[in-house]
């Protein structure tokens, strides 16, 4: 393993102890519907209305967490569905207490 791929790991092992909030700083940057690029989100931790919000506007599991996670850090579901694979996977581990995973 890499010294970069250690710092990845003990970095994501740190956001999901801190609690209320986490940052994540995309690996592939994504481009916002009207402009704008985005590197960096800032995740909140879900309150239950988020849940039930994101449960009533979507189907299907991965369909509610892209849902809590877009209201969680500010963006839309639409800017939230171009991340990449690498970069979601990481925000699922880092926000899995939050998601009942933890």
């Known amino acids: 393993m890499s010294s970069n791929q250690n710092q990845t790991t003990a970095a994501e092992t740190t956001a999901a ?9 995309l690996i592939v940057p994504i481009q916002k519907d009207g402009g704008g690029t985005i590197s960096t989100l800032t ?3 879900p309150t239950i209305d988020d849940m039930i919000l994101a449960e009533e506007t979507s189907t299907g599991t ?3 967490v ?8 500010g963006i839309t579901q639409g800017d939230f569905r171009r991340i ?13 207490p939050w998601l ?3």
Do not use: M, P, W
């Open 62 to 64: 991965n369909a509610h």
């Open 66 to 73: 892209v849902a809590t996670l877009s209201r969680s850090c």
């Open 84 to 96: 990449k694979a690498r970069d979601y996977n990481v925000i699922l581990r880092k926000a899995g």
């Open 100 to 102: 009942g995973n933890g």
């Open 17 to 25: 102890d801190e609690g209320a909030q986490f940052s994540h700083t």
């Open 43 to 45: 995740f909140d931790e």
